[in-house]
């Protein structure tokens, strides 16, 4: 399989702290990748290099063969890939629908009744069509990232990002989400999810990474990774949380 | 007492054609301050905004100059500064005076832009970070984010705190009855020297309530309805869409 993202020795500062270290990935197009680690290890800043909220402090990020530049970087975007969000950043002055159908119009240059169609067809998909005419503010935690994952497949970019996307949900809310996700990972999208739900790792990742201190340090299979992982601090991490 | 001496009222309403020429003058000073006032509070309050340093410090400046100087000192500054400008510039001759209606317009103008500006910082600020990652993560750029995302939330932010300005504008209109006059306020005061009564500053107060009483339920109604959680809006393109 082509290779979707290639990472190459990617470093990102912040101020003075070396959160990313000589980072290099690749993932293969249509790849379930699963990163894990303890919060401030860079997993999230990772994945935000990819869609250039976090610029790079140097190496490379090329998508689909093609370098993702200062200048280039918004059409990248556009083309390749979406975002899932741990707080989701719905906009609370739109509908539902609206929220849908935003970017689709806005940049995609979809007709309004094409854009809506399309968004109907992914609420529909994660159980949510009823809400179209809601506003974000009035509906759970849990809904509103449902709504946030059909607004991320409206665009129809393959690669989707998701960072963290059940941490700020109430305990009863992660499934129906995660349920959402797994029925999304049948498909030939790219999904890159940093996340604390080993079930969810275990069920749909084709690779799991786990990241400390800004770098990665075990890469594998689910099975190589939670049964019998190489490296002594992934062994300790995953003692702690399993 | 005086206050209720009929013969008085009769001197003072007979002077009410005065009154309403300043009251017509002090709305327009007010409406053409407001005007300026918004369009450089707004274009200072986007400077603040920005990741510029240097647009940034010059909006700090202005705004803390405007606020920390009473806005009597600034009109009198302006009133004797600006045809001292005019004759450093080299404009002899007869002396400039500045006409009442620009000073009015350009004073309370300024000083309230300072007002204006933190009014739309804050504004954007109020909106949460995550608005912008968003946006960016679906591939729109920082100016089309401020125009589809971010400036139509903050728009229902400021809106309660921008008539409060407004309001406060056209009271600080008053203060033109201190240099160039022709407004309400110096109308009113011409009234009562004339007369010696004070029924004059009493219609003065009527006629400022009239306009501002008004726009102060206006601000209780926007800050009751910037509150409120929007409620479901059908719209015809998600019933299509539906039934399909």
């Known amino acids: ?242 | 007492m005086d206050l209720f001496d009929a013969s008085r009222w009769a001197t003072t309403l007979a002077g009410m054609g005065d009154l309403w020429g300043g009251f017509l003058f002090t709305i327009e000073v007010s409406l053409a301050g407001l005007a300026v006032a918004l369009v450089t509070g707004t274009l200072l309050g986007v400077m603040s905004s920005t990741e510029n340093r240097a647009l940034r410090v010059i909006s700090r400046v202005y705004v803390e100059f405007f606020q920390n100087t009473p806005l009597v000192v600034q009109v009198f500054l302006f009133y004797s500064g600006v045809p001292q400008i005019f004759r450093a510039l080299g404009h002899t001759g007869t002396p400039v005076r500045v006409a009442p209606f620009v000073l009015g317009v350009v004073g309370v103008g300024l000083y309230h832009a300072a007002y204006v500006s933190e009014v739309i910082r804050t504004g954007i600020e109020a909106v949460p970070k995550g608005q912008m990652e968003g946006a960016q993560s679906q591939g729109f750029s920082r100016v089309q984010a401020y125009r589809y995302i971010i400036l139509p939330q903050t728009f229902k932010i400021i809106l309660p705190p921008l008539a409060n300005q407004a309001l406060n504008l056209i009271k600080n209109t008053s203060v033109l009855a201190l240099v160039a006059g022709g407004d309400l306020m110096y109308n009113a005061d011409n009234l009562v020297s004339d007369s010696g009564f004070l029924q004059g500053y009493v219609l003065c107060c009527v006629m400022y309530f009239v306009i501002c009483f008004p726009l102060a339920l206006l601000i209780k109604w926007l800050e009751r309805r910037s509150k409120q959680t929007p409620k479901a809006k059908p719209t015809p393109a998600a019933g299509v869409a539906k039934e399909a």
């Open chain 1, 1 to 242: 399989m082509a290779n979707m993202i290639e990472i190459k020795h990617l470093n990102k500062y912040f101020g003075d702290l070396h959160v990313l270290k000589d980072v290099s990935l690749e993932v293969a197009a249509g790849e379930k990748l699963v990163i894990i680690g303890p919060s401030g290890s860079g997993k999230s800043t990772l994945i935000r290099c990819i869609n250039y909220l976090e610029r790079p402090t140097s190496g490379q990020v090329l998508i689909d063969g093609q370098e993702m530049t200062e200048k280039n970087h918004l059409a990248m975007v556009r083309t390749y890939s979406s975002m899932v969000f741990q707080q989701f950043n719905l906009y609370p002055n739109m509908t539902v629908l609206e929220n849908l159908t935003l970017a689709p119009v806005k940049l995609q240059g979809k007709d309004k009744d094409e854009a809506a169609e399309t968004a109907m067809a992914n609420l529909k998909r994660v159980g949510l069509a009823h809400k179209a005419d809601e506003y974000p503010q009035n509906l759970s935690g849990g809904q509103q990232q449902r709504v946030a994952i059909a607004r991320a497949l409206c665009t129809k970019q393959p690669i989707i990002l998701f960072d963290e996307p059940t941490s700020a949900l109430d305990p009863e809310m992660v499934q129906e989400v995660l349920n959402v996700m797994v029925e999304l990972a049948q498909e030939n999208i790219t999904m890159l999810c940093v996340t604390h739900e080993m079930g969810f790792a275990r069920e749909v990742a084709d690779r799991v990474i786990f990241m400390d201190d800004g770098q990665i340090l075990e890469s594998g299979t689910p099975e190589h990774f939670f049964e019998h992982p190489d490296n002594e601090r992934c062994r300790q991490f995953l003692s702690k949380i399993l």
